[in-house]
């Protein structure tokens, strides 16, 4: 697809009927997806780049728009127990998008996209979910650690690591439970940035 065929097709669906306001149809979505890089800067009436503040990006607003929905916000729909880890570990995302002050890769889920599938191959995905949001065996053990904690402004960010040997491990789901000796906790996710357990 060349750089002007792209424009020329974009330009249509923004005269589309379903596309002059937001949210935008998913055929639309599909041919923003296949522009290359800066075609869609050039698009009229849209503006596909930049943050909206601190909390996220505007690409992440308009995949909102477009019906998308964060893990927590799949989970939340669904209810019955459904959490954020156990959409992801059934679904697949469709988009990622920047979120918060340090530009988290957050996923976005086409959930009513993959319900109208789950229905065509005969799966209960909403039972998947809530199976997979179950809350697994407690783990615990002794390990040395390593986190790190974000403060500031997105301009002007701020980062601390510490440090600590023969730390109580808790492992409840995609997270770590770090309890100090001084009886304080710590809760940080296993894929967080900079987050290392040394298990002895």
Request: proline share 2%; glycine share 8%.
């Given at each position: 697809?060349?750089?002007?065929?792209?424009?020329?097709?974009?330009?249509?669906?923004?005269?589309?009927?379903?596309?002059?306001?937001?949210?935008?149809?998913?055929?639309?979505?599909?041919?923003?997806?296949?522009?290359?890089?800066?075609?869609?800067?050039?698009?009229?009436?849209?503006?596909?780049?930049?943050?909206?503040?601190?909390?996220?990006?505007?690409?992440?607003?308009?995949?909102?728009?477009?019906?998308?929905?964060?893990?927590?916000?799949?989970?939340?729909?669904?209810?019955?127990?459904?959490?954020?880890?156990?959409?992801?570990?059934?679904?697949?995302?469709?988009?990622?998008?920047?979120?918060?002050?340090?530009?988290?890769?957050?996923?976005y889920f086409d959930f009513n996209a993959d319900l109208i599938e789950a229905i065509e191959t005969d799966r209960d995905l909403v039972?998947?979910?809530?199976?997979?949001?179950?809350?697994?065996?407690?783990?615990?053990?002794?390990?040395?650690?390593?986190?790190?904690?974000?403060?500031?402004?997105?301009?002007?960010?701020?980062?601390?690591?510490?440090?600590?040997?023969d730390v109580e491990v808790e492992e409840r789901g995609d997270w770590y439970i770090f309890h100090f000796s001084n009886g304080t906790?710590?809760?940080?996710?296993?894929?967080?940035?900079?987050?290392?357990?040394?298990?002895?």
């Amino acid at each position: 697809m060349t750089v002007k065929t792209t424009v020329a097709a974009l330009n249509s669906y923004v005269s589309h009927r379903c596309c002059r306001r937001k949210p935008v149809c998913r055929r639309y979505r599909r041919v923003i997806r296949q522009a290359p890089s800066g075609v869609v800067n050039t698009i009229k009436g849209i503006d596909m780049a930049g943050y909206d503040g601190y909390s996220k990006s505007n690409n992440a607003i308009d995949a909102e728009n477009a019906g998308l929905l964060t893990a927590s916000g799949v989970a939340r729909r669904i209810g019955h127990g459904a959490t954020a880890a156990g959409v992801k570990a059934v679904l697949k995302r469709a988009e990622w998008h920047h979120t918060s002050k340090m530009f988290n890769a957050t996923g976005y889920f086409d959930f009513n996209a993959d319900l109208i599938e789950a229905i065509e191959t005969d799966r209960d995905l909403v039972a998947e979910i809530i199976t997979a949001s179950k809350t697994p065996d407690i783990i615990r053990y002794i390990a040395d650690i390593e986190y790190l904690e974000f403060s500031g402004s997105r301009k002007h960010p701020e980062i601390e690591k510490f440090e600590f040997k023969d730390v109580e491990v808790e492992e409840r789901g995609d997270w770590y439970i770090f309890h100090f000796s001084n009886g304080t906790t710590k809760r940080k996710g296993m894929y967080s940035t900079g987050t290392f357990v040394f298990k002895k």
